[in-house]
């Protein structure tokens, strides 16, 4: 069955890094878009960013724009979200999600991990 | 950007109730408009994609219609598990945008 798996998330101080990963199985990964989408507490869902199957083409949300890095390895059916310059306003779950694109529309996020808590706080 | 609005944004009903959340887009999105449900410490689940199609798996109680900027999710008869939060999403453009949720509670 298909499975998401997110790791990496954790406490980190204001203007820290932190890198998010995300295993994916049971699915060819390489034949999807991916992305992460965040959830502050309390609060609704974000888009922050997506890639495509290849790798080719990224989006990232204006909030993250400049700051965080979205990559992938289909090699090894792994996703990556670098996060620069964090902010206390960038504390939520981060849950990396597949969606099936087709013309730049998508289909829905099909499938989601079940989320890696960043907080930012000194 | 485009923006979603959810209608109502939090809701009161009862088990065997008939309800309808509206979401709304600031622009025409043709039938990329997709509807989750997301239960407290969970990841958000699909339930319908591009206006009207159910998510495999997901009970034929939900159904979705709409077009262009103004859609609908509609629950035929609420069950207990059916009580939580949903979301709209739009998928026609990026970035891509969510409603900011319709919380559904037990009268």
């Known amino acids: 069955q298909v499975q998401l798996v997110e790791s990496g998330g954790g406490l980190v101080k204001p203007g820290g890094s932190l890198r998010l990963s995300c295993a994916a199985s049971?699915?060819?990964?390489?034949?999807?878009?991916m992305s992460w989408i965040r959830q502050a507490p309390g609060k609704g869902l974000e888009w922050v960013s997506y890639i495509s199957s290849s790798g080719r083409t990224i989006y990232y949300a204006d909030s993250v724009k400049g700051r965080f890095t979205i990559s992938r390895d289909n090699a090894k059916n792994s996703l990556y979200l670098h996060m620069n310059s964090l902010r206390a306003e960038d504390t939520a779950v981060y849950y990396c999600?597949?969606?099936?694109?087709?013309?730049?529309?998508?289909?829905?996020?099909?499938?989601w991990g079940q989320g890696t808590l960043v907080t930012v706080s000194s | 950007d485009i923006q979603m609005t959810q209608s109502p944004t939090s809701l009161s009903t009862s088990v065997g109730d008939r309800v309808t959340i509206t979401c709304r887009a600031s622009?025409?999105?043709?039938?990329?408009l997709n509807w989750y449900q997301e239960k407290p410490g969970k990841a958000p689940k699909l339930l319908i994609y591009a206006t009207s199609n159910l998510q495999s798996g997901v009970p034929s109680r939900f159904s979705g219609s709409g077009s262009g900027t103004e859609f609908t999710l509609t629950i035929s008869s609420l069950q207990p598990e059916d009580f939580a939060t949903y979301y709209c999403q739009q998928s026609y453009n990026t970035p891509r945008t969510f409603g900011q949720g319709t919380k559904m509670e037990i009268k």
């Open positions: 999600a597949r969606e099936v694109v087709v013309s730049a529309t998508g289909l829905g996020f099909d499938s």
């Open positions: 049971g699915f060819t990964f390489s034949d999807y878009y």
């Open positions: 622009q025409n999105i043709n039938s990329y």
